[in-house]
């Protein structure tokens, strides 16, 4: 469960549109925001005796003043009613922005960093520019990526419908390592409602244009996505998902895009295989691959188009460890015809 989460804000309205998301989370889960803000120093070009500096140069006054400006914005933030209840605590740093999140993350025991996007989509363009891209590519703990035109912690907690979270699996043991994280965030985001997790199998058809699949063909594949999807709901619901009262459901999404199929589960609620309408998700799960965060996704370019194209939420799962050597293991027997 989240206990310890950083927002970091750049000074615009926009980043701060991630404290509704952060401040319900903390309650839910007794735990405690940092808010940050990072002061970038001069910037020097050149090397050796020769070393200029920018016109902009910051003498080191009006950096102090800066910081001390950015610790009162910070606890007027503070104050905000989304954080009422909630141990806040400010920080205000100089040096690289993406940098100092990874510092603090380390040094404040940070375990999940919310952030808001701007523009129209996903990475197309952040509030924090390339540091967020950083971020969300490089960051030690899960990350939580809001839209600026899109909101899960509205006025009103989720009580007529439940609040729903997609998480895509692609029959790795890295997809499903998001479950869990994926199944806290969602409890705590409900809270005191009730939260729920769609699971999708999204299965691309390597169809040429124009081409239908053939029925057999058709039929086995959606036998094995159906059989998997079973298989594991059924041990959702029996852990995560009872500990945490949450409601289970699964589809198969059978496109000949996999990152179409899944966001159109996760934005509209298509269904055309398998539980039936549901009205959509309220954010998507992904889980990230090795140590290269977005440079390559459990799914490939798959999760990252997702990313890419969404106008939902999307929660960003490093996996442990444990994880990536099991799917290596996975990966390795599938080429040799091992069992695992």
Same mark, same amino acid.
């Given at each position: 469960?989240?206990?310890?989460?950083?927002?970091?804000?750049?000074?615009?309205?926009?980043?701060?549109?991630?404290?509704?998301?952060? *401040?319900?989370?903390? =309650?839910?889960? +007794?735990?405690?925001? $940092?808010?940050?803000?990072?002061?970038? %120093? %001069?910037?020097?070009?050149?090397?050796? @005796? @020769?070393?200029?500096?920018?016109?902009?140069?910051?003498?080191?006054?009006?950096?102090?003043?800066?910081?001390?400006?950015?610790?009162?914005?910070?606890?007027?933030?503070?104050?905000?009613?989304?954080?009422?209840? $909630?141990?806040?605590?400010?920080? &205000?740093?100089?040096?690289?922005?993406?940098?100092?999140?990874?510092?603090?993350?380390?040094?404040?025991?940070?375990?999940?960093?919310?952030?808001?996007?701007?523009?129209?989509? *996903?990475?197309?363009?952040?509030?924090?520019?390339?540091? !967020?891209?950083?971020?969300?590519?490089?960051? %030690?703990? /899960?990350?939580?990526?809001?839209?600026?035109?899109?909101?899960?912690?509205?006025?009103?907690?989720?009580?007529?419908?439940?609040?729903?979270?997609?998480?895509?699996?692609?029959?790795?043991?890295?997809?499903?390592? #998001?479950?869990? /994280?994926?199944?806290?965030?969602? #409890? !705590?985001?409900?809270?005191?409602?009730?939260?729920?997790?769609?699971?999708?199998?999204?299965?691309?058809?390597?169809?040429?244009?124009?081409?239908?699949?053939? /029925?057999?063909?058709?039929?086995?594949?959606?036998?094995? #996505?159906?059989?998997?999807?079973? @298989?594991? @709901?059924?041990?959702?619901?029996?852990?995560?998902?009872?500990?945490?009262?949450? &409601?289970?459901?699964?589809?198969?999404?059978?496109?000949?895009? &996999?990152?179409?199929?899944?966001? *159109?589960?996760?934005?509209?609620?298509?269904?055309?295989?398998?539980?039936?309408?549901?009205? +959509?998700?309220?954010?998507? !799960?992904?889980?990230?691959?090795?140590?290269?965060?977005?440079? =390559?996704?459990?799914? *490939?370019?798959?999760?990252?188009?997702?990313?890419?194209?969404?106008?939902?939420?999307?929660?960003?799962?490093?996996?442990?460890?444990?994880?990536?050597?099991?799917?290596?293991?996975?990966?390795?027997? =599938?080429?040799?015809?091992?069992?695992?």
């Amino acid at each position: 469960m989240f206990k310890r989460i950083l927002v970091p804000l750049d000074g615009s309205a926009l980043a701060e549109q991630a404290i509704p998301t952060a *401040g319900r989370i903390a =309650r839910a889960t +007794g735990g405690s925001v $940092v808010l940050l803000r990072v002061i970038i %120093p %001069p910037i020097e070009y050149g090397y050796g @005796s @020769s070393t200029l500096y920018s016109p902009f140069n910051i003498a080191e006054q009006a950096l102090h003043d800066d910081l001390e400006e950015a610790t009162q914005y910070l606890e007027r933030v503070a104050t905000s009613s989304y954080l009422a209840g $909630v141990k806040t605590e400010v920080v &205000a740093e100089t040096g690289s922005a993406a940098a100092m999140i990874f510092s603090v993350t380390e040094e404040k025991n940070i375990d999940l960093i919310v952030m808001c996007t701007h523009g129209e989509t *996903g990475l197309k363009r952040w509030v924090l520019g390339s540091v !967020a891209q950083k971020v969300a590519r490089h960051a %030690p703990v /899960p990350v939580l990526v809001l839209h600026q035109h899109t909101t899960i912690a509205g006025p009103h907690p989720y009580l007529e419908r439940p609040l729903r979270v997609l998480v895509p699996l692609d029959g790795s043991a890295l997809a499903k390592a #998001a479950l869990q /994280p994926a199944a806290q965030l969602v #409890a !705590a985001l409900a809270t005191p409602g009730q939260g729920a997790i769609h699971l999708v199998r999204a299965v691309k058809c390597d169809t040429l244009p124009g081409e239908v699949l053939d /029925p057999v063909t058709k039929e086995h594949l959606l036998h094995n #996505a159906k059989t998997y999807l079973a @298989s594991v @709901s059924g041990h959702v619901r029996e852990g995560i998902a009872a500990e945490l009262k949450l &409601a289970v459901t699964w589809s198969v999404a059978l496109d000949t895009d &996999a990152a179409d199929a899944i966001i *159109g589960v996760a934005e509209n609620g298509e269904d055309a295989e398998g539980a039936g309408a549901f009205g +959509g998700c309220n954010f998507i !799960a992904l889980a990230t691959h090795g140590r290269g965060g977005l440079q =390559r996704w459990t799914m *490939g370019s798959v999760a990252e188009r997702v990313l890419a194209g969404t106008t939902l939420p999307v929660f960003i799962v490093r996996p442990q460890p444990a994880a990536i050597e099991q799917a290596m293991n996975q990966e390795e027997a =599938r080429q040799t015809g091992v069992q695992v």
